[in-house]
């Protein structure tokens, strides 16, 4: 393989795999896939800055599997991480700050 220690991030493995299996590569797309999963997003470079995130990572990862047909059930599960680490504000009773209520 030629990428092993050489991709920054796991989603330019999945680009990288993509683009191999949509070529006909198979055997390295998968191995590129493969080793995309096993990374986790929270590895991303430091100096990548601003420049999206771990969620939009995991999100465009799983993404681009579905829709190049290309996805596994275990790599699904990445989407339950994905939600546990997006937590929308609490809505309800008591969720309020006091003296914010709309009376």
């Known amino acids: ?10 989603l330019s493995l999945v680009h990288l795999g993509v683009a191999l299996s949509l070529q006909g590569d198979a055997k390295r797309g998968q191995a590129a896939l493969a080793a995309a999963f096993a990374k986790s997003s929270s590895e991303r470079p430091s100096y990548f800055g601003d420049y999206g995130s771990a ?9 681009l599997t579905h829709e190049n047909k290309l996805a596994k059930p275990a790599w ?28």
């Open 1 to 10: 393989m030629c990428w092993p220690g050489k991709a920054v991030g796991c």
């Open 55 to 63: 969620i939009r990572d995991d999100a465009l990862m799983i993404a």
């Open 76 to 103: 699904d599960a990445r989407a339950v991480d994905l939600g546990r680490g997006h937590r929308p504000p609490r809505q309800g009773p008591g969720c309020q700050p006091e003296g914010a209520g709309g009376r």
